[in-house]
């Protein structure tokens, strides 16, 4: 059985990783337009992976027989001004998400609730490596600089992404 806190801080997590979904479609939108194939595919691969995240939440709290109430997105940025501009956003958004999950593990030790805590160390480990890939392309971006050439190298390598890398 689920604390109503620890119900209502599992939920709010289901929307931080629905709205990070929503928030790297919207970066994938602006790599499919800037013609950056791999960039759009890669962000497409996180939105996929997001959504499992907000999933295996979802399944956890009925598991613990507790219950979901969907909350309403908000909207996430449409504009962006550079590849790196992009990247720079993603990784500051992950960093946000890393700090959420700490907290719902305070909050999980708190209330004694091993369950949760076993649940959100998975999650504590993804972070370290979704802030790792996402830091590894804005120093890559940062290397590339003005060149056209590199950026486009990059870009086909991040369209050989396959999920669950
Ligand atoms: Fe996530
Ligand atoms: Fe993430």
Known sequence: MLSKKIQAALNDQIN?????????LSMSGYFRETNLAGFAHWMQMQRQEEIAHAMKIFDFVYDRDGLVELQALKKPPA????????????????????AKINDLYELAVKEKDYPTQALLQWFITEQVEEEASALQIVEQLK????????????????GARTMGE
Do not use: K
């Open 16 to 24: 931080n990783e629905f709205y990070a979904a929503y928030l790297y």
């Open 79 to 98: 504009r962006f001004e550079s590849p790196l501009d992009v990247m720079e956003q993603a990784l500051g958004h992950e960093r946000e998400v890393t």
């Open 143 to 158: 290397m590339i600089g003005d060149s056209r050439a590199a950026l486009l190298m990059l870009d086909r390598e991040l």
